[in-house]
């Protein structure tokens, strides 16, 4: 079975400061992974995802992440944020021929200004 | 184009009362997913329907949820009796079945959010 762990529960930044958003997950399989932002009132966004090709992708908004298979991880960055990117981040996986979602427990991002 | 509708957002019910959720996905989306996103935890899928059959319903609990939908097109899922546990926010999303896709995207509605007494 699959799992993801999202290491911070929260994470509080400075406004323009640079941000990392740790995940990591586990499968014995070929998995694809995705983020996906949660806005306050708001239901879940696609962020970015990593299917096949170039480990690192990015997002229309400034995020990127980066696959690294040997470490089983697929963290979140952007060099710096805003107050508008306070969210809640849930990264999940899937395995490669199925279209079920495995989420994280999410990380709160607050920006404070 | 419309996003996934969910009715109603709301809603508090005392424990061993019924209660029913109801969405309706982006028009031509076959796949309908129902998750359970219990507070500070991430979405658990519950039910995943490919139009109006069930692909995968391994994490639903029977005895007390059911699902379904029978067009192919809106969904309803039921809890009955609730329990003070099902507190939570249940959100359904849908995605365009694309054989030629390596993986559909699944688009969420907002969500409604379950409080049991």
């Known amino acids: 079975a699959q799992s993801v762990t999202q290491l911070d529960s929260q994470v509080p930044v400075f406004e323009e400061a640079p941000v990392e958003l740790r995940c990591n997950y586990s499968?014995?399989?070929?998995?694809?992974l995705f983020w996906y932002v949660q806005y306050p009132n708001q239901g879940l966004q696609l962020l970015l995802k990593?299917?096949?090709?170039?480990?690192l992708v990015e997002s229309i908004n400034g995020f990127e992440a980066e696959f690294n298979k040997s470490q089983t991880s697929f963290h979140l960055r952007k060099p710096s944020v805003h107050i508008s990117d306070t969210a809640e981040y849930f990264c999940a996986v899937s395995v490669q021929g199925a279209q079920k979602l495995v989420f994280g427990q999410g990380t709160r991002l607050t920006i404070n200004p | 184009e419309a996003g996934v509708a969910q009715s109603p957002r709301y809603k508090i019910i005392e424990k061993r009362q019924s209660v029913a959720f109801w969405c309706n996905p982006i028009s031509g989306h076959a796949t309908l997913y129902w998750y359970q996103q219990i507070l500070g935890q991430g979405p658990k899928l519950l039910i995943q329907f490919q139009n109006n059959g069930v692909v995968d319903d391994s994490q639903l609990p029977k005895d007390r949820f059911s699902a379904e939908r029978l067009k192919g097109v809106d969904s309803t899922l039921k809890i009955q009796p609730a329990k003070l546990e099902d507190s939570a926010v249940y959100l359904c999303a849908s995605s365009l079945r694309s054989w030629a896709a390596q993986v559909d995207t699944q688009y969420f509605g907002p969500g409604t959010r379950l409080t049991v007494l």
């Open positions: 499968s014995s399989v070929s998995v694809y």
């Open positions: 990593y299917l096949s090709g170039s480990t």
